[in-house]
């Protein structure tokens, strides 16, 4: 069986590699991709269908909260979480309404991504079973 895909998507390279190590780590049973623009995203979302996916909302082209609606909309069992520097309200609501399952400041989130992580991958798994 190969293992359950989540999609890192961050337009800025080094913290989207050291991303990824962390989470390799964390969640060993997980295969990590990558994509640095939303329309990136889009087209491995169509070929790989990630359990989860986690979205930076700045990225060139598309940004992270329009790339999240569209993700939804053609496969709504992706789960995603919104990683960024915005913390403002207006930010947090778009994102929801966009259909975002988490949304983790990158100020904070070496104390909240993996739990939030986990929570919606648990969720996820739950849902299908």
């Keep these: 069986m190969i293992n359950p895909v989540i999609l ?38 169509q070929e790989q269908a990630p359990c989860a996916v986690i979205m930076d909302i700045r990225l060139p082209g598309m940004n992270g909260i329009e790339t999240t609606r569209h993700i939804k909309a053609t496969m709504p069992t992706t789960q995603v979480v919104i990683l960024t520097i915005h913390e403002e309200k207006a930010f947090r609501n778009d994102a929801a309404s966009a259909g975002a399952s988490a949304y983790v400041p990158k100020r904070i989130m070496r104390k909240k991504l993996l739990p939030a992580l986990a929570a919606v991958l648990a969720a996820q798994e739950k849902a299908e079973n």
């Design 8 to 45: 890192i998507v961050e337009d800025n390279n080094s913290v989207r590699k050291s991303l990824r190590q962390w989470l390799e780590g964390a969640f060993p049973k997980y295969q990590f991709i990558e994509a640095a623009t939303g329309e990136q995203a889009i087209a491995i979302t």
